[in-house]
């Protein structure tokens, strides 16, 4: 089975700045895929980032991007530039190639302050 | 635009009283799947469909009952709601990796 960990249940950060989010994962699986996904309060999650276990470079989505390090199964998720309307709730997910269904970490909550 | 759509996007029931809450979606997606999401809690998979293939979890109770009638429905339907029952109710779809989430449906049991 696979486990998603996110250590920080609540991050701040001012407008403007860089904040980083930690997510850790167990599996003995070497083909998978892995996520974060945003939810705004009240409103519904939706996909930041996805990266595959397989490619080595790391995925970069406009102002977020992450640091995947597949030894020692980490992926954090770097937002740049923070925005007001990146305040919301973020989860780190994995998923098994082939397979179709999430393992959720529990969530960070991130607050950007004007 | 193609979306997900659930409704109703409030749903007050009674303690006991069968409620039903119901997905759409215009993606044409094969893989539909209805997930449990306490307050600050992470998203909880009841169960998902592969097309016409119905996979539940095993920790989902028994209360829980979906139906899937084509691609574009599914349905929740909780038998018998208790107080523990009360969340926002996801439905999202996919065609293998990516998942796309509705509004949800907030239940109050009262």
């Known amino acids: 089975a696979q486990t998603v960990t996110q250590s920080q249940p609540e991050m701040s950060v001012q407008e403007a700045e860089t904040v980083t989010l930690s997510c850790t994962y167990d599996?003995?699986?070497?083909?998978?895929?892995l996520f974060w996904y945003k939810q705004p309060p009240s409103r519904q999650m939706i996909l930041v980032i996805r990266q595959e276990a397989y490619k080595q470079q790391n995925a970069t989505e406009n102002r977020f991007s992450v640091n995947f390090q597949k030894a020692a199964k980490s992926f954090s998720l770097k937002i740049s530039d923070s925005q007001l309307g990146d305040t919301a709730m973020y989860f780190c997910a994995f998923m098994k190639r082939g397979y179709s269904t999430l393992t959720f970490g529990k969530g960070t909550m991130l607050l950007v302050s004007p | 635009d193609a979306m997900v759509i659930q409704n109703p996007r409030y749903q007050v029931t009674q303690f006991g009283k069968p409620v039903t809450l119901s997905c759409s979606q215009t993606l044409n997606h094969n893989v539909m799947y209805w997930y449990q999401q306490k307050s600050s809690q992470a998203p909880k998979l009841l169960f998902h469909y592969y097309d016409k293939d119905f996979n539940n979890e095993a920790d989902t109770p028994d209360n829980f009952q979906s139906r899937r009638p084509n691609t574009s429905f599914c349905f929740l339907d909780i038998r018998s709601p208790g107080l523990g029952d009360a969340a926002m109710y996801l439905c999202a779809t996919s065609t293998g990796v990516e998942q796309f989430f509705g509004p949800g449906t907030r239940l109050t049991v009262l």
């Open positions: 599996t003995s699986e070497s083909n998978y895929y």
